[in-house]
């Protein structure tokens, strides 16, 4: 019922930016917090940033105060800037939304993925 693509991962040197995008689409009653996880080689998937349909966000302390997640809820979209990345910051990102479909209760999906390294 609902679709995410994202876009914007990619190669960059330490110190680097990234803007990640994750665009959803599909008949649904309502977008309620959207979200970003990442997952690099040998871990687990952790949370990384997530933005409530009211505004309020959540930060990992691992990425508080470099990275800041955003939303546009008539393009059905979130984002997550990157800034100052470090080597630890490489791992494949995941898109994640929990949503209210037309017949209620709450379902949640996830994105493809989208690699993003930091190397010099």
């Known amino acids: 019922q609902l679709q995410l693509v994202e876009s914007g991962g990619g190669l960059v040197q330490p110190g680097g930016s990234l803007r990640l995008s994750c665009a959803a689409s599909g008949s649904i009653f309502s977008i309620n917090t959207m979200g970003w996880y990442r997952q690099a080689p040998g871990k687990q998937r952790d949370l990384v940033a997530r933005?409530?349909?009211?505004?309020?966000?959540k930060y990992a302390d691992s990425v508080r105060g470099r990275f800041t997640i955003s939303r546009d809820n008539a393009k059905k979209t979130v984002y997550l800037r990157m800034n100052r990345l470090k080597l630890e910051d490489t791992a494949v990102y995941y898109c994640n939304v929990v949503y209210t479909p037309f017949q209620g209760g709450s379902l949640e999906v996830w994105g493809q993925g989208t690699l993003v390294t930091v190397s010099s």
């Open positions: 933005i409530t349909s009211g505004g309020s966000t």
